[in-house]
């Protein structure tokens, strides 16, 4: 077992574990701390906390010390410098004709590196757009080429349910999202209804798969056979997933058939996994919106 406390260096950023050695620290204090990146400055998203060592991935680096006011007075400064350093960074993209979108600028704590952030649909040469910003800003330079879910992230926005996006909300990290769940959630398979402001599938599909999972074990599949509260047998024609209901045509003679619904605990049928592949058309048209993390 061991004691840590999580730190972000990022409103919506990853959560680091950290040893805050003999400190009590509470959520929302800032502390300074050694990365890979060198010293870095960071807001603690939860105190002094026991987890198992299996949790634990690489050895805890210990907290240098808790922020001071000169260090909260540098990292307002590192914003402000953040800004001017994002506009000279898009001027030297123009003068040297690249195709790329600047996106985010970001000082480490003592400066010893800025990252910019950007996107484009291929590689770039950037090797003379770095020389020109190392002469400028006198520091080590780093350029990091993002996906669209990353870009999303760091612009924001709002969703279709209105709300602030998940991924610059809450998310830290970016599951697998596959067009089966879209599937498995009897979702319409149509691109503006299952994608995001990303154009990628919606990061909201992976949060509700085990419910419904869990919920489709319960029903039969469409043209199975089932037997009704009455001992009359029908085939399947629909479901209903979160009310558990079930529609059956059942035959009443003279070639006549009469559909009804039931609810899913009251016929009899035999459970077996639900069917609900993807077809080779289905994604031939959505494989755009396909994210596999």
Same mark, same amino acid.
């Given at each position: %077992?061991?004691?840590?406390?999580?730190?972000?260096?990022?409103?919506?950023?990853?959560?680091?574990?950290?040893?805050?050695?003999?400190?009590?620290?509470?959520?929302?204090?800032?502390?300074?701390?050694?990365?890979?990146?060198?010293?870095?400055?960071?807001?603690?998203?939860?105190?002094?906390?026991?987890?198992?060592?299996?949790?634990?991935? $690489?050895?805890?680096?210990?907290?240098?010390?808790?922020?001071?006011?000169?260090?909260?007075?540098?990292?307002?400064?590192?914003?402000?410098?953040?800004?001017?350093?994002?506009?000279?960074?898009?001027?030297?993209?123009?003068?040297?004709?690249?195709?790329?979108?600047?996106?985010?600028?970001?000082?480490?704590?003592?400066?010893?590196?800025?990252?910019?952030?950007?996107?484009?649909?291929?590689?770039?040469?950037?090797?003379?757009?770095?020389?020109?910003?190392?002469?400028?800003?006198?520091?080590?330079?780093?350029?990091?080429?993002?996906?669209?879910?990353?870009?999303?992230?760091?612009?924001?926005?709002?969703?279709?349910?209105?709300?602030?996006?998940?991924?610059?909300?809450?998310?830290?990290?970016?599951?697998?999202?596959?067009?089966? %769940?879209?599937?498995?959630? $009897?979702?319409?398979? $149509?691109?503006?209804?299952?994608?995001?402001?990303?154009?990628?599938?919606?990061?909201?599909?992976?949060?509700?798969?085990?419910?419904?999972?869990?919920? $489709?074990?319960?029903?039969?599949?469409?043209?199975?056979?089932?037997?009704?509260?009455?001992?009359?047998?029908?085939?399947?024609?629909?479901?209903?997933?979160?009310?558990?209901?079930?529609?059956?045509?059942?035959?009443?003679?003279?070639?006549?058939?009469?559909?009804?619904?039931?609810?899913?605990?009251?016929?009899?049928?035999?459970?077996?996994?639900?069917?609900?592949?993807?077809?080779?058309?289905?994604?031939?048209?959505?494989?755009?919106?396909?994210?596999?993390?």
């Amino acid at each position: %077992m061991a004691n840590v406390i999580g730190v972000r260096f990022r409103q919506t950023g990853k959560v680091y574990y950290f040893d805050p050695v003999d400190l009590k620290i509470e959520k929302g204090q800032h502390v300074i701390v050694e990365t890979v990146r060198g010293v870095e400055y960071g807001t603690v998203s939860f105190g002094n906390r026991i987890i198992d060592d299996s949790e634990i991935q $690489n050895p805890l680096k210990p907290v240098l010390r808790m922020a001071t006011p000169d260090d909260d007075k540098k990292d307002a400064e590192n914003r402000i410098k953040e800004k001017e350093a994002f506009s000279i960074c898009l001027e030297k993209i123009k003068a040297h004709g690249l195709e790329m979108k600047l996106l985010d600028t970001e000082y480490t704590f003592d400066n010893n590196k800025i990252l910019f952030y950007f996107t484009a649909d291929g590689r770039v040469d950037f090797r003379e757009l770095v020389k020109d910003l190392a002469a400028v800003f006198r520091t080590r330079i780093e350029l990091r080429q993002i996906g669209v879910r990353d870009e999303t992230k760091l612009c924001g926005g709002v969703g279709i349910c209105g709300r602030t996006l998940c991924c610059c909300s809450y998310l830290t990290d970016f599951s697998p999202v596959s067009i089966k %769940m879209a599937k498995d959630q $009897n979702l319409s398979l $149509n691109p503006t209804k299952i994608s995001g402001v990303c154009g990628r599938l919606m990061c909201c599909l992976k949060n509700e798969e085990d419910t419904y999972l869990y919920l $489709n074990s319960k029903l039969p599949n469409i043209n199975d056979t089932v037997t009704t509260p009455s001992g009359d047998r029908g085939q399947v024609t629909s479901v209903n997933v979160l009310r558990q209901t079930v529609k059956v045509a059942v035959d009443i003679g003279n070639d006549e058939i009469e559909e009804k619904e039931y609810k899913a605990t009251d016929l009899k049928f035999k459970v077996r996994k639900r069917e609900n592949k993807v077809t080779r058309e289905e994604m031939e048209a959505l494989k755009e919106l396909e994210d596999n993390g």
